[in-house]
């Protein structure tokens, strides 16, 4: 068992930057990836970035060029810094992780943060 715990949400203007962190905690032995996925309202949960722990990286087309993903092994933790906010950004942003790089960014990860909030005003 892996628990997730996301911080870093919040309230942030147009073209304002916010930095999310996800810290894994449990059984972080058999984690590989890890990654950040969003859900709007009444929109389907989509990926934002994904990380492996050598450092290979998947950004969706959304993300590339504003958001950067990065990670720290030693803390087991996940980041994502976002830029250049647009309020089509604002949703709930999941932490997850799993063994599989592929089945974490199909969205099939076997853990989940409980996720946080982040809105965008224009």
């Known amino acids: 068992q892996v628990q997730l715990v996301e911080s870093g949400g919040g309230l942030v203007q147009a073209g304002g930057s916010l930095r999310l962190s996800c810290a894994a905690s449990?059984?972080?032995?058999?984690?590989?990836?890890m990654g950040w996925y969003r859900q709007a309202p009444e929109k389907q949960r989509e990926l934002v970035a994904a990380i492996t722990r050598s450092g290979s990286r998947n950004y969706a087309d959304s993300a590339k060029g504003r958001f950067t993903i990065s990670r720290d092994n030693a803390k087991n933790t996940v980041y994502l810094q976002m830029n250049s906010l647009k309020p089509e950004d604002t949703a709930v942003y999941y932490c997850a992780a799993d063994p599989s790089f592929q089945t974490l960014v199909i969205g099939s990860a076997n853990d989940w943060g409980q996720g946080t909030q982040v809105t965008v005003s224009s």
């Open positions: 449990g059984n972080i032995f058999r984690i590989n990836a």
